[in-house]
């Protein structure tokens, strides 16, 4: 995939490089999702609240 777009004399280690960071980038994008994201968002959401419309689990 990466191989066209180079050089005949460049070296293919690109992709073996990116892996592990892409790998690290994954978990702390989902670590930064369920840590920040998640409650900013279920508060949103709560703030829809009313009488007729009660969330099924507390506050």
Not at 13 to 18: E, I, N, V, Y
Not at 30 to 47: D, E, M, R, T
């Amino acid at each position: 995939m990466t191989t066209p777009s180079q050089y005949d004399e460049e070296p293919l280690d690109t992709p073996l490089s990116a892996t592990p960071s892409s790998v690290v980038l994954f978990f702390i994008g989902i670590l930064f999702s369920y840590f920040f994201v998640l409650p900013a968002g279920i508060q949103f959401f709560l703030n829809f609240a009313t009488e007729s419309l009660q969330p099924m689990f507390f506050r």
